[in-house]
C-alpha cells in the first residue's frame, strides 16, 4: 500500500492546498509533518535572528490551527523541531512512506533544505514537488521561460492580465479512512525552546491578528462582506493607524494560510454581488506585484540577495554601525522614520508606506547596505515573505525592478500621509 507523507512549509492550510489535494487523491495512507528549523532561529551574517519572536509567534499559531483542521480530515501532524534532513526520513522508516508531497521552492536556503531531505532519504521515497504559491501559475504565463519575464512591472501585468487565466481553487480533500497510526502525539515548541525571548505585542499594534487559516478567512469575511471596507481599499490603503485601513492579508499570505487564487475568488465574488470598483481592482493589483517579486526570483536566483541587485550595480554601500543602530532604534532626523521604526519594534508590523520611506532612508539617503536593512526586517516581519521583502529592498536601492530609481523626500511623505501628525504622536509619544 502507498505510504504518503506531506511536508508542509510555507502552504499552512487545507483549503485550495495543491500539495495536500493532490496527496489525498493518490494516497492509501497519509501523515503531515512540520519542523521548525533551527537554521530558522539562527543568527545570520547580518548579525539578526532569522525568525524573531513575532514572525514565530504567528507561525505556532499558524501550525496548531493546521493541526486541529488536519484532525478532521484524519491526518496527524507531526511537529518537531529539528531539521527536516533528519527528523523526515526518520519519520519516513518509522512509518515506511513511500511518497513525500511538498511545495516546490526556488530561492537559495529553502533549495538547500530540500536538496538535504533529498539526498538524507537516498531515494528510498519519491519526492513529489509542485509550485502553488502563485496567482498566476507558471504554467499559464505568456513567457516561454522564466528568462523572459519582463524587468519592469506594468509590463508583467498587463501581459498576464491579458494572456494568463487564474486557476480555481482546488477543493478541501475528503476526510481520510481512519488509520490507525502509532505514537502520534508530538507538541508545538515553546518560544524560550527556539531560542527567543517572548515580547508582548504593543497594544497600538495595527496588526492585532493570530495566525492561521481560521483567522485568514475570518479576516476575509469581516474585510470584505461584513464591513465592506473593500469597496475603500484603494483609498485607505496608505493608512498608518488601525486594523482597517488595509486587507492586512499579507501575513497569512506569506505563511500559506490562505492562497492567492482564494483571494482573487474572492474578490470576484465580491464585484460580482456587492460591488465592483477601482477599489476592488486594487487589491487583485497588489496580489499580481507580490506575484511578479516571485517570478523575478525565479528568473535571476540568487542575485536577490547581492548587494549590486538584478541590476549588478555599484554602489558606495557603507556599513556604519552607529546609523544602522539609530535607524533601528528610531532615532534619526526624521520623526516619520522614527515612528515607523519603533512600531515595528513593538509589534512586527508595519504600513506599506512606512517600509517605503524608512527603506528609502536607509539606502538612498544614508546609503548602508540595503542587505543589513532587508535581513532586520526579515527578522521582524510577522508578515516576511522571501521575494516581496528582498525584491522590495532591491527596488527602493535602486539595484531592483524600478526603471525611475527614485528616491522618497521623507518630509514631504510625511506632511502628506500624516498631515496632523497623529501617527507620529502615536509612537514617539513615550520616547
Known amino acids: 500500500m502507498k505510504h504518503s507523507l506531506v511536508w508542509f512549509t510555507n502552504n499552512i492550510r487545507v483549503k485550495d492546498n495543491t500539495v495536500l489535494h493532490n496527496a489525498c487523491e493518490e494516497a492509501g495512507k497519509i501523515i503531515a509533518v512540520y519542523c521548525f528549523d533551527p537554521s530558522h532561529f539562527e543568527q545570520t551574517e547580518y548579525g539578526f535572528k532569522k525568525t524573531g519572536v513575532f514572525r514565530t509567534r504567528f507561525l505556532m499559531e499558524s501550525i496548531k490551527d493546521l493541526s486541529e483542521n488536519l484532525k478532521t480530515l484524519n491526518i496527524p501532524l507531526f ?44 531515494g528510498k521515497c519519491y519526492l513529489h514537488q509542485v509550485f502553488d504559491q502563485f496567482l498566476f501559475h507558471p504554467d499559464a504565463i505568456p513567457y516561454e521561460s522564466f528568462k523572459e519575464i519582463p524587468e519592469v512591472f506594468t509590463t508583467f501585468r498587463k501581459q498576464c492580465e491579458k494572456h494568463a487565466s487564474i486557476h480555481k481553487p482546488v477543493s478541501v480533500p475528503k476526510s481520510q479512512p481512519i488509520s490507525n497510526w502509532e505514537n502520534t502525539n508530538t507538541n508545538l515548541p515553546s518560544i524560550d525552546e527556539l531560542g527567543l525571548k517572548n515580547i508582548e505585542t504593543d497594544s497600538r499594534t495595527a496588526f492585532p491578528f493570530s495566525g492561521g487559516e481560521t483567522a485568514a478567512w475570518q479576516r476575509v469575511q469581516d474585510y470584505f462582506w461584513e464591513s465592506r471596507h473593500l469597496s475603500k481599499y484603494k483609498h485607505t490603503r496608505n493608512g498608518l493607524i488601525g486594523k482597517d485601513y488595509s486587507s492586512k492579508l499579507s501575513a497569512w499570505l506569506a505563511n500559506g494560510n490562505i492562497s492567492a487564487r482564494s483571494v482573487y475568488h474572492e474578490v470576484k465574488k465580491y464585484e460580482a454581488e456587492i460591488e465592483k470598483n477601482q477599489d476592488t481592482y486594487w487589491l487583485v493589483f497588489e496580489l499580481i506585484w507580490r506575484d511578479y517579486f516571485k517570478y523575478v526570483s525565479l528568473k535571476h536566483g540568487a542575485k536577490l540577495f547581492k548587494i549590486g541587485g538584478i541590476l549588478d550595480k555599484t554602489y558606495s554601500w557603507k556599513r556604519d554601525e552607529e546609523t544602522i543602530s539609530n535607524w533601528i532604534e528610531g532615532n534619526t532626523k526624521y520623526d516619520f522614520v522614527n515612528a515607523n521604526m519603533k512600531e515595528l519594534a513593538a509589534t512586527g508590523f508595519m504600513s506599506n508606506r512606512g517600509r517605503q520611506n524608512v527603506a528609502s532612508y536607509f539606502a538612498k539617503e544614508m546609503q548602508q547596505d540595503w542587505r543589513v536593512g532587508a535581513s532586520y526586517f526579515e527578522s521582524l516581519l510577522i508578515d516576511y515573505d522571501v521575494h516581496s521583502n528582498w525584491g522590495n529592498w532591491m527596488y527602493n536601492a535602486g539595484v531592483g525592478n524600478d526603471p525611475r530609481d527614485r528616491k522618497f523626500n521623507i518630509e514631504s511623505q510625511s506632511n502628506r500621509y500624516d498631515p496632523d501628525n497623529k501617527y507620529t504622536r502615536l509612537w514617539l509619544k513615550n520616547t
Do not use: F, H, M
Open 79 to 122: 511537529i518537531y523541531s529539528g531539521k527536516p534532513e533528519e527528523n523526515i526520513p526518520r519519520l519516513c522508516k518509522r512509518y515506511t512512506i513511500t511518497d513525500i508531497y511538498v511545495q516546490k521552492e526556488w530561492t537559495r536556503d529553502e533549495v538547500s533544505v530540500q536538496n538535504k531531505v533529498a539526498d538524507a532519504l537516498e
